[in-house]
C-alpha cells in the first residue's frame, strides 16, 4: 500500500515494529514519528541521524521522534527508527548504557550504542518490512547548498590600541562609532 507522506510511513513501520519490543519485554509507549533535522543538526556537521524526546519531555506524555531528511535507503531509516524507539521504550536518562544497551542488543542492533546498525537478523527483518511497506515517499535532503547567513554586526576597532567591538549599521549611522574604553580616541569601522 503506497502511502501519502514519509511520516505516515514512518508510523506503519512504528505499528509493525510495537510487537517485536512486545517480544522482547519493553513495550513501544505512544510515539510520535516525524522527518526533521535533529537539534543541532543544522550546524552543517549533521552527524545525529536521529533523535528521541522521551514522553517525559513535554506534556502530552508521547514519546517524539525525529528522523534526519538527509536519510533516504529505507533500511536505514527503519534503523534509526529502531535505535530512536529504543530510546522511547528505555527512557532517555540511561543515555546508551543499562538498559538501553540490553534492549538493542535484544531487538537486534549492534556496534557502538551510540551509532547502531541492524545485526543480520534484524536487517532481515527491516528488509521484509520494508517491502511491505513499499518505497518510502521522501527525497534526500542535501542541506549543504544553503546559503549561510552572515553575520549583521559589522566591527569597530581603535586604530591605536587595536580595541574592537562588533555593533549594527543602524547603531554607526546614528551615532558614530563608539569611543574607545582604553584610548578614548574614536573608533573606525574596520574594513
Not at 533535522?37 to 541521524?49: A, D, E, N, T, V
Not at 506524555?61 to 524507539?85: G, K, R
Not at 567591538?165 to 574607545?180: E, F, N, S, Y
Request: a neutral charge.
Amino acid at each position: 500500500m503506497p502511502y501519502a507522506n514519509r511520516e505516515s510511513w514512518l508510523e506503519a513501520a512504528n505499528v509493525a515494529l510495537r510487537n517485536e519490543f512486545e517480544s522482547i519485554g519493553y513495550p513501544l509507549p505512544n510515539v510520535l514519528v516525524s522527518v526533521g533535522f535533529p537539534f543541532g543538526g543544522r550546524s552543517g556537521k549533521l552527524k545525529r541521524i536521529g533523535e528521541c524526546h522521551d514522553a517525559t519531555s513535554n506534556a502530552g506524555n508521547v514519546a517524539q521522534i525525529f528522523i534526519s531528511p538527509t536519510l533516504e535507503d529505507p533500511i536505514e531509516v527503519l534503523e534509526t527508527l529502531v535505535h530512536e524507539d529504543v530510546h522511547a521504550a528505555v527512557g532517555n536518562k540511561c543515555g546508551h548504557r543499562g538498559p538501553f544497551r540490553t534492549a538493542a542488543l535484544a531487538i537486534g542492533l549492534t556496534g557502538k550504542m551510540t551509532a547502531t546498525v541492524a545485526g543480520d537478523a534484524l536487517r532481515e527483518r527491516l528488509q521484509k518490512l520494508s517491502e511491505v511497506l513499499g518505497p518510502l515517499p521522501h527525497f534526500k535532503l542535501d542541506p549543504s547548498g544553503r546559503k549561510k547567513q552572515g553575520t549583521r554586526m559589522l566591527k569597530a576597532e581603535c586604530t591605536f590600541c587595536e580595541y574592537a567591538v562588533r555593533l549594527t549599521r543602524k547603531m554607526i549611522d546614528a551615532h558614530g562609532c563608539p569611543i574607545c574604553p582604553g584610548c578614548e580616541d574614536r573608533m573606525e569601522e574596520a574594513s
